[in-house]
């Protein structure tokens, strides 16, 4: 979306749209356009796929795009990454946040304090020049993100000599009035205290008052300015005192004050610095273990070239010890790898022939050729990358409360130090007690601890949670995940093993088991589905030639259908048959049987011209993961309800259910049915979480509160989840909930304090009990100490690492 043109009434814009295909198409978008408020003209181009239109600048970006979404079209939009110069607290976010939205095309923007970036979601058209100069408008600077990052690597830790220069500056200004307490007056002359406090003040503290500036000028209010008056106050009642004493060893200055404040802010926005970069540790690692080389056989030799270079389908030799570099399969070779920091599993994971590896994992003591079957962004350590990264810049829920308070926080600070001023001039009449008062409020209000109390808890435990194996995506399910009080599993994949095995073939009268394994191999031959592997191995032990198959088509939550020789042929659940009205006849006293030991039933159909007949049935065998045991017993003691949702038939389910010891079993469902029941735990009050793997469970990853995929499935139902487990392993579910809550704590304690700090210390410093010294350390130790506890996160480890 662009503006081409500003008027004074209108803007003119261009809207890319998707999905138009003939002029129909076009009078639909334009009808919808055109009966929002606001707009005045619309033309739509079905070459150009694009909408030009002509609106008031009052109407919203996202309302343009909700009516062309909800005439069945959509529109080009685009992800934005800012890194954002010159912010200092929350009051700063809101600022930028603000002037983001107001840009035409933007549709939301979040900006994060912790990582000083801003993730801007726009339709197609906005350019990084035009955001950057609301920016710009705003009081502060940007630059992309990719730029950053290079500087970054350079620049392992913040600058520490502002600090150091500005505490030797003001050590002679303090440490006399410590030693005046035990008798000893080694005060400098008066004028020694300006020089030094003038270094102080305008070198060092010069920061302030740029980024002060910049806030006036905006009309806004943030720490910079806050800290800039107090301390310019200060600095200017102490240079008055010293031009009325007459120089020499006037007392009653205040320099230290003003010069011990910068020095504290300083010192205190130096430590965040450096503990905020601690919470990106995560992403850090992740970034350190991507290989930039490898080795590709080209003709028969090893041919070292980037990793940007590697195509799919190339074949990269591993030795023993090297960073595997790209996703693939191993083709020759057998060995372990180390995949901690990818799925965090301790152990190294054994990997021969057909085994699939992941870049970024170590290769033990075996030389592997792997072929390449993911490269760059689509390796699962770019994902993973991704993954994390687009959790941290999420804003949760519970800091939007923040964001209101810090919207009129400055402002009313500002009030507060007036009325304070005010009321000791009326209290005492002396001008000078009372403004020093009045600027112990200013220096002690900092909204920094607000803004950073949410976004560093999040960061450090979305970076702990991916070394354990867990992938937030985003911070919505973080937050929501230590509330759960439900908990759905499916069965094949989650807590079984997933690798059934075919443990009975029992064919229909006239039917020889050869025959009905040939159809069934033939239907499956072509499906991912765990049973399809149990059929497929089955047929190769036995060296069995399947059937030529045509017309394959999946029936969702039933089976499969194909034709095979001619003829209709059906392999699915007992739902299948049992909709073809099918009588089972003797083969069904044997599938009760069969599913009485907990056996997986699929049944193989002939469809005749209007009814099926019966061909055989054959019964598969699962294994309980070892891990389920444990997650349900630890759920079982944490209170929280679990269900299994499963396609399966009813006796299998109801015996692993009652082997692990699972509260409520809902068997023979559809993927529909699935989400269903899931609406219906909500509806009666449950805080739900779905677990699931597979395709089928995508939609009740999306109706659940919090979605959590198993890696080991499909990438569909990792889209569709919130939350990622990198290995099948059922305890993770828990850990997941353990550090949402350790998390969510971490946030709860860091805004008490936040607010707590200001709550406290305002009242205090109006009422003349905070010297601007002691406000500036409490100001300064709020923002430390609310970051070093949402630190504290990175010492957790999940139960099933331990």
Not at 8 to 13: G, H, R, T, Y
Not at 410 to 416: I, S
Request: hydrophobic share 45%; with cysteine; charged share 20%.
């Amino acid at each position: 979306m662009v503006p081409s043109s500003v008027s004074s009434s209108a803007l003119e814009l261009r809207l890319g749209i998707v999905g138009m295909n003939c002029a129909s198409c076009v009078s639909r978008v334009e009808k919808a356009l055109k009966h929002l408020t606001g707009v005045t003209e619309v033309s739509v181009n079905l070459a150009t796929e694009e909408a030009s239109l002509k609106t008031m600048p009052e109407v919203p970006a996202g309302d343009l795009a909700e009516a062309v979404r909800k005439a069945g079209y959509d529109v080009m939009t685009q992800s934005v990454e800012l890194q954002i110069d010159g912010m200092s607290c929350d009051s700063c976010v809101g600022r930028v946040e603000k002037a983001l939205s107001k840009v035409p095309g933007v549709l939301s923007a979040s900006v994060n304090l912790a990582t000083e970036k801003a993730t801007v979601a726009a339709l197609s058209g906005v350019t990084f020049a035009t955001l950057a100069a609301a920016i710009g408008k705003a009081g502060y600077s940007a630059k992309p993100v990719s730029a950053t990052q290079q500087e970054a690597a350079h620049k392992q830790i913040p600058e520490w000599w502002p600090v150091a220069a500005s505490a030797l500056l003001t050590l002679p200004l303090v440490a006399p009035m410590l030693l005046q307490i035990v008798g000893f007056d080694l005060m400098p002359d008066g004028w020694v205290q300006l020089a030094l406090a003038t270094l102080v003040q305008f070198w060092l503290g010069w920061r302030f008052y740029r980024a002060g500036w910049k806030a006036v000028k905006a009309r806004a209010g943030n720490m910079d300015l806050l800290v800039c008056l107090g301390t310019s106050a200060a600095y200017g009642l102490s240079v008055y005192q010293l031009i009325q004493g007459g120089g020499g060893h006037a007392h009653h200055l205040y320099f230290e004050a003003s010069a011990a404040v910068i020095t504290l802010v300083l010192l205190g926005k130096w430590l965040e610095a450096r503990a905020k970069r601690q919470t990106a540790d995560a992403i850090r690692a992740l970034n350190a273990i991507r290989p930039s080389i490898a080795r590709v056989l080209v003709d028969g030799h090893e041919v070292s070239m980037s990793v940007e270079q590697i195509a799919i389908g190339d074949l990269v030799v591993v030795r023993p010890g090297e960073r595997i570099s790209v996703d693939g399969e191993v083709v020759s070779g057998q060995s372990h790898a180390d995949e901690a920091l990818i799925t965090g599993e301790s152990l190294p994971v054994s990997k021969s022939v057909g085994d699939k590896v992941s870049g970024g994992s170590v290769n033990g003591e075996g030389l592997l050729h792997v072929r390449t079957g993911a490269v760059g962004a689509e390796t699962t350590l770019a994902r993973i990358i991704r993954m994390v990264e687009s959790a941290q810049a999420a804003k949760a829920p519970i800091q939007r409360i923040v964001d209101q308070v810090s919207a009129v926080f400055v402002p009313v600070v500002l009030v507060v130090a007036l009325l304070t001023f005010a009321g000791w001039m009326a209290y005492s009449g002396n001008w000078e007690e009372a403004l020093i008062n009045a600027v112990a409020v200013l220096v002690i209000a900092c909204p920094c601890a607000l803004g950073l109390a949410t976004p560093t808890a999040i960061m450090a435990g979305t970076g702990v949670a991916a070394r354990q194996g867990i992938l937030i995506k985003d911070a919505e399910a973080l937050e929501i995940a230590h509330s759960v009080t439900a908990v759905a599993f499916d069965k094949t994949g989650t807590l079984t093993e997933g690798k059934p095995s075919l443990v009975s073939i029992e064919p229909a009268p006239g039917i020889s088991t050869e025959d009905v394994l040939r159809i069934a191999g033939g239907l499956q031959k072509a499906s991912e589905h765990p049973l399809a592997h149990a059929v497929l191995e089955k047929v190769r032990e036995l060296n069995i030639a399947v059937s030529e198959v045509s017309d394959a088509k999946a029936l969702p939550g039933r089976g499969i259908q194909a034709r095979v020789d001619g003829q209709l042929m059906l392999l699915g659940s007992t739902r299948l048959m049992q909709e073809h009205g099918v009588n089972p006849g003797q083969l069904g006293i044997r599938a009760a049987a069969l599913e009485s030991e907990g056996k997986t039933i699929s049944w193989l159909l002939r469809q005749r011209d209007t009814s099926s007949e019966l061909v055989g049935l054959l019964a598969f065998g699962d294994t309980i993961k070892p891990s389920s045991y444990l997650a349900i017993g630890r759920l079982r003691k944490l209170g929280i309800k679990t269900v299994m949702l499963t396609g399966d038939n009813q006796g299998s389910a109801h015996v692993v259910a009652r082997e692990l010891g699972i509260d409520e079993v809902r068997a023979e469902l559809l993927p529909g049915d699935k989400a269903t029941i899931i609406q219906e735990l909500r509806d009666h009050g449950h805080v739900v979480a779905m677990v699931g793997d597979g395709l089928n469970d995508a939609p009740s990853l999306v109706a659940a509160d919090v979605g959590l995929s198993m890696s080991t499935g499909t990438d569909v139902a990792m889209e569709a989840a919130g939350i990622t487990l990198m290995r099948g392993d059922p305890r993770l579910v828990v850990d997941a909930f353990d550090v949402s809550r350790r998390t969510y704590s971490k946030i709860k304690q860091g805004l008490f304090w936040a607010f707590a700090y200001n709550v406290l210390g305002i009242p205090l410093a109006a009422l003349g009990m905070l010297s601007p010294v002691v406000a500036g350390a409490a100001m300064a130790f709020s923002s430390v100490s609310v970051v070093t506890n949402a630190l504290l996160l990175r010492r957790w480890r999940g139960a099933a690492t331990k």
